[in-house]
């Protein structure tokens, strides 16, 4: 996904802020009835809802992705096409590494250096650095994305986007297994 068409209305109206506490840790998860497995949940098709929401609360963006996930040995290939609500659309692709034991690693377009994440139960955190264009200038952000996969194969996914260490905003998207329409 191209970083800046999601983010540029909120960034540019951010120049300070305060930075929020993740109280998360994985091992809260260890004892969860259900397991996440990226390698699992994302082979095949999956759609996508989401918003962004500044660090006020503001939701500046909705969008829908499709994603298209294939899995050859360990490396789990995730292309994701983007429907923005204003018209405008784009595409990232994940390349992720399967580690075992629940860890991944992984690259994207807009990622520079690696994305580094691990499952516990039905949790999944996934850490990563990535450039953003802003008024023709690049920003690095921070994500901190956390996934929980629920009943019935909803997965949900909160990723906190921070500048400096200061929180500038969250992404929330839910997951649904097969194609928009029902359509496989």
Same mark, same amino acid.
């Given at each position: 996904?191209?970083?800046?068409?999601?983010?540029?209305?909120? *960034?540019?109206?951010?120049?300070?802020?305060?930075?929020?506490?993740?109280?998360?840790?994985?091992?809260?998860?260890?004892?969860?009835?259900?397991?996440?497995?990226?390698?699992?949940?994302?082979? !095949?098709?999956?759609?996508?809802?989401?918003?962004?929401?500044?660090? #006020?609360?503001?939701?500046?963006?909705?969008?829908?992705?499709? *994603?298209?996930?294939?899995?050859?040995?360990?490396?789990?290939?995730?292309?994701?096409? #983007?429907?923005?609500?204003?018209?405008?659309?784009?595409?990232?692709?994940?390349?992720?590494?399967?580690?075992?034991?629940?860890?991944?690693? !992984?690259?994207?377009?807009?990622?520079?250096? *690696?994305?580094?994440?691990?499952?516990?139960?039905?949790?999944?955190?996934?850490?990563?650095?990535?450039?953003?264009?802003?008024?023709?200038?690049?920003?690095?952000?921070?994500?901190?994305?956390?996934?929980?996969?629920?009943?019935?194969?909803?997965?949900?996914?909160?990723?906190?986007?921070?500048? #400096?260490?200061?929180?500038?905003?969250?992404?929330? *998207?839910? #997951?649904?297994?097969?194609?928009?329409?029902?359509?496989?």
């Amino acid at each position: 996904m191209r970083l800046s068409a999601l983010f540029a209305p909120a *960034i540019a109206a951010v120049s300070l802020g305060v930075s929020g506490c993740i109280s998360n840790s994985l091992s809260d998860f260890q004892e969860a009835d259900r397991t996440l497995r990226l390698e699992e949940y994302f082979l !095949g098709e999956t759609t996508a809802y989401g918003i962004f929401e500044d660090r #006020f609360g503001k939701i500046r963006r909705q969008f829908t992705v499709d *994603i298209t996930g294939t899995l050859k040995g360990d490396t789990l290939t995730l292309v994701e096409d #983007f429907d923005y609500s204003d018209g405008v659309t784009d595409t990232r692709t994940w390349t992720i590494d399967v580690l075992g034991d629940g860890k991944y690693r !992984g690259t994207a377009n807009d990622v520079p250096g *690696i994305a580094e994440g691990q499952a516990v139960g039905n949790a999944f955190n996934w850490q990563y650095k990535a450039e953003l264009k802003v008024d023709g200038d690049t920003w690095t952000v921070g994500f901190d994305d956390w996934m929980y996969l629920l009943e019935d194969g909803v997965l949900i996914n909160r990723a906190y986007v921070t500048r #400096f260490g200061i929180r500038i905003g969250e992404v929330t *998207i839910s #997951f649904q297994k097969g194609s928009r329409g029902g359509r496989s």
